[in-house]
């Protein structure tokens, strides 16, 4: 139930973030992602949203990513945009790759991140077709503890009567 609120929520935001883009005459692509344990992490919990969106103004496209976190195993140090390797249309999907910009992060076990960044129009395409992820780093796991994929959000907007 509390996912279900939470996934509503984050529809919310995409949607309001999407409308405030386009009041500056700016067409906003909204992204979101689950953060989760990292694969081979050593006892990493907990879990998170990432809500995202893709604007584009007269100087390029801006990238912005924000996102909450509860319950990890320690608390949160720093946080990363990555690009992956390998594409998610390659055998084995994407697979973790270098570290493009840092996120602003709460530390603690429960928090926020954001960040915001200018972006070339080439990562913006790899930004559509699914290369980029979101990592949180914790004092137990300074090599990854949370990590969240970008991936194209769908906002539903009923047709009135």
Do not use: C
Not at 61 to 81: C, E, I, Q, R
Not at 101 to 129: C, H, K, M, P, Y
């Amino acid at each position: 139930m509390a996912r279900t609120g939470l996934r509503l929520l984050v529809v919310i935001g995409a949607a309001l973030l999407v409308s405030a883009g386009a009041a500056w005459g700016q067409l906003g692509a909204p992204f979101d992602g689950m953060l989760e344990p990292v694969e081979g992490s050593d006892g990493a919990t907990g879990s998170g949203i990432l809500y995202s969106v893709l604007d584009y103004y007269p100087e390029g496209p801006k990238l912005m990513v924000n996102g909450t976190f509860d319950g990890m195993s320690s608390a949160a140090t720093v946080a990363h945009l990555h690009r992956s390797t390998t594409g998610p249309e390659e055998p084995g999907g994407p697979t973790p790759g270098p570290v493009l910009f840092d996120i602003d992060v709460s530390a603690g076990t429960n928090g926020t991140l954001n960040g915001s960044w200018w972006i070339t129009e080439e990562q913006a395409e790899e930004l559509r077709q699914g290369w980029f992820y979101v990592q949180v780093h914790s004092e137990a796991n300074p090599a990854g503890a949370l990590r969240g994929w970008l991936k194209q959000a769908n906002v539903y907007v009923e047709d009135s009567p």
